[in-house]
């Protein structure tokens, strides 16, 4: 089990630009994979996209292809999300989350959550 602290987020106005960082603690970050997931109000969690353990692989949901990148620094432990073009139906709590050895865009296979970081983008 690894402990995982999002930061980041915030207001921003439609077009904008955001990173998100996530944090990973308490065990070896190179043997997890790394997701982002988000969840506005009154919808479920869903996938944004995924990064391999070595970052050599990426997997990006619809909503972000084009406009989002997940990065991973190995030697900081933590993972990023470089957010642009940002429209208002990107509002969302932002998750990130660790799933052991491989990736994948399905929610339960990810054991470890942060806390969540609010994302608002205004019209």
């Known amino acids: 089990q690894v402990q995982l602290a999002e930061s980041g987020g915030g207001l921003v106005q439609a077009g904008g630009s955001l990173t998100l960082s996530c944090t990973v603690s308490?065990?070896?970050?190179?043997?997890?994979?790394m997701a982002w997931f988000r969840q506005a109000p009154g919808n479920e969690r869903e996938f944004v996209v995924s990064?391999?353990?070595?970052?050599?692989?990426?997997d990006y949901a619809d909503s972000g292809k084009g406009r989002f990148t997940i990065s991973r620094d190995n030697v900081k432990n933590t993972v990023y999300l470089h957010m642009n073009s940002l429209k208002p139906e990107d509002t969302a709590v932002y998750y990130c989350?660790?799933?052991?050895?491989?990736?994948?865009?399905?929610?339960?296979?990810?054991?470890?959550w942060g806390q969540g970081t609010q994302v608002t983008v205004s019209s």
């Open positions: 990064i391999s353990r070595s970052g050599a692989t990426t």
């Open positions: 308490g065990g070896t970050f190179v043997n997890y994979a």
């Open positions: 989350a660790a799933a052991y050895y491989s990736a994948s865009r399905f929610i339960d296979r990810y054991k470890d």
